[in-house]
């Protein structure tokens, strides 16, 4: 008798049991910035390459594919550009530290690291509650 009517009341609590409402936590997307050296634009398959790389094409289908981003000849700057959204000049990287020409150095724009009044990717992230990881 015990077991027929414990069964009857878990029954009845699973019937008026609802759903959560999703959090906002819950709702707002995961995403993985992937940035990698000396790759050119058809370097992978998603992109045209003859040489198959299924886990990038997996990711590239199943994404969001950014195909609209300057580019800078090296890679301090393009980083910059990547991690502040702004252009590498506004965010203090203008070439990279080992190449500034000795007319630029203590100029504005070329300073080789990102100026402290600009903010990272990073730090915009973390302001709406996403944990961020750099490895």
């Known amino acids: 008798m015990l077991a027929a009517g414990g069964g009857s009341c ?13 959090s906002a936590i819950e709702t707002r ?9 000396d790759m050119g634009f058809a370097d992978i398959e998603p992109f045209g390459s003859e040489i198959e790389t299924p886990t990038l094409t997996r990711l590239a289908e199943n994404g969001v594919m950014f195909t609209s981003f300057y580019a800078a000849p ?14 590498n000049h506004i965010a203090g990287i ?3 530290a080992e190449t500034v020409a000795d007319n630029q150095m203590g100029l504005p724009g070329y300073e080789g690291h990102l100026s402290e009044e600009v903010p990272t990717i990073a ?3 973390s302001e709406h509650g996403y944990r961020t990881v750099m490895a």
């Open 94 to 96: 203008g070439n990279m």
């Open 29 to 37: 997307p995961n995403f993985l910035l992937v940035v990698v050296d």
């Open 123 to 125: 730090e915009r992230l």
């Open 74 to 87: 090296t890679c301090s700057p393009a980083r910059a550009m990547l991690m502040s959204g702004l252009d």
């Open 10 to 22: 878990q029954r009845e609590a699973l019937e008026e049991t609802k759903p959560a409402e999703p």
